[in-house]
């Protein structure tokens, strides 16, 4: 991997850098959608890569379940058994200790699976995660972390965060004996918690492991905790991480999250979100969430976005038409899914464009104005816009909205 940093905001600490991996260049700060078994839901490699998407990411313990690694090795690794050819990030099987806990144990050895499928026990170690890796052939491979819930409390969260670095070693290892550090990045998850103390042991650990590990992940978030929380987690681990690798949030999808992300330091994120959203009739806009299920759309024959690229906006599907189909027939599913990557991606992109401009600050202040009009502005995002320069109530007469921020009422919203 090759990362230059290309410009750095003079007001915040958002930056953007060009990442050169085996399957090609990808422009920072990014997010990556969702591939949980090497697809996007309603799309085909070929359809993501015209939207622009430079890497995306598979689902580890998915993958292995189904196909598994003997039919990926004989079809040569991921890329190949799904027909994509730009950049690949694998996640480790991690967060499935969380999200599959009910049917997992963990040791110091791994994590013992029982399978969703057919209830056989499988054992997860982090030698094991990281030869699953290898035969899926991703750019960026995780280390495998134990991860616990956000909202975890008490002497599990430090076991966690200890076991997690004991992990990190063993990954490591396993990554040089295989001989693959050449064509396969190895990140490291910070985990703690919400616990600045156990952050800060973490950091500390990690970085000591920097010549072994081509960039950092901030794992253990986005799991319910209070966002007034999450930043300042965010910011505590993205102020210390080295500069000269790359910083990736993982499981951040809200345009809001992003951008205060983004100015904190962070590198990348990724999210089911917009994907997910999208198949529940949602498009995302920078006038904020639209529901086409609502019957005010239903002879609106406007596009979602007469601004948007997408192939769904430029190709005269209304509104309309989109509220007509939306619970009935999945190529709505599918256009919606197409306009939200891109909202995703022209979302960064114009941060990246905006950070190189210089004018990073302004354009953050024009985001919030647009998206949350009277909504109010979430009071977490102004907390952390004001620790890093920008004040989003400088000038402005706006309601802000106390804790975790305006909550988009799909039901009545526009």
């Not at 090795?73 to 991921?78: S, V």
Request: aromatic share 8%; net charge neutral; glycine share 10%.
């Amino acid at each position: 991997m090759e990362f230059e940093i290309l410009a750095k905001c003079p007001t915040t600490k958002a930056r953007v850098a060009r990442m050169k991996l085996p399957h090609g260049e990808t422009m920072l700060p990014t997010f990556m959608p969702v591939a949980t078994q090497a697809a996007i839901k309603g799309l085909t490699a070929q359809q993501v890569e015209s939207l622009g998407i430079t890497l995306m990411l598979n689902n580890t313990y998915h993958l292995n379940l189904r196909p598994g690694i003997k039919v990926l090795d004989k079809a040569g690794g991921a890329h190949k058994f799904q027909g994509w050819t730009k950049n690949l990030l694998t996640d480790s099987g991690g967060f499935q200790l969380v999200s599959l806990s009910k049917f997992t144990t963990i040791t110091e050895e791994g994590a013992l699976f029982e399978s969703p499928f057919t209830g056989e026990p499988t054992m997860l170690t982090p030698e094991e995660s990281i030869s699953i890796q290898h035969s899926i052939g991703a750019d960026i491979i995780m280390q495998l972390d134990d991860v616990v819930s956000s909202l975890t409390v008490g002497p599990r969260v430090g076991e966690a965060m200890e076991r997690s670095v004991r992990w990190l070693d063993r990954c490591i290892a396993q990554h040089r004996r295989a001989g693959k550090e050449g064509t396969q990045n190895l990140f490291a998850i910070v985990q703690g918690g919400l616990d600045p103390i156990l952050r800060d042991r973490c950091l500390e650990e990690m970085i000591k492991r920097k010549e072994g590990v081509a960039g950092y992940a901030i794992g253990g978030l986005s799991g319910g905790e209070e966002k007034d929380v999450f930043w300042r987690v965010i910011k505590q681990c993205a102020d210390k991480l080295p500069e000269e690798r790359p910083r990736y949030s993982m499981g951040i999808g809200f345009a809001e999250d992003l951008l205060v992300c983004v100015a904190l330091g962070v590198d990348m994120a990724d999210c089911v979100f917009p994907t997910r959203t999208a198949r529940f009739g949602v498009a995302l806009t920078f006038n904020g969430p639209l529901n086409l299920k609502l019957q005010k759309h239903n002879k609106d024959l406007g596009p979602i976005d007469e601004n948007c690229p997408c192939p769904t906006c430029t190709s005269g599907t209304s509104r309309a038409m989109l509220h007509h189909i939306v619970t009935l027939e999945t190529a709505a599913a599918h256009a919606l899914t197409q306009h939200n990557i891109v909202f995703q991606a022209q979302l960064m992109g114009r941060a990246r464009d905006a950070i190189m401009a210089g004018n990073f600050p302004d354009y953050l202040r024009t985001f919030f104005k647009t998206y949350f009009g009277k909504a109010g502005y979430p009071e977490w995002c102004v907390n952390a816009l004001r620790s890093v320069g920008v004040d989003l109530l400088e000038n402005v007469e706006a309601q802000v909205v106390p804790g975790d921020g305006a909550k988009w009422e799909y039901s009545d919203a526009s």
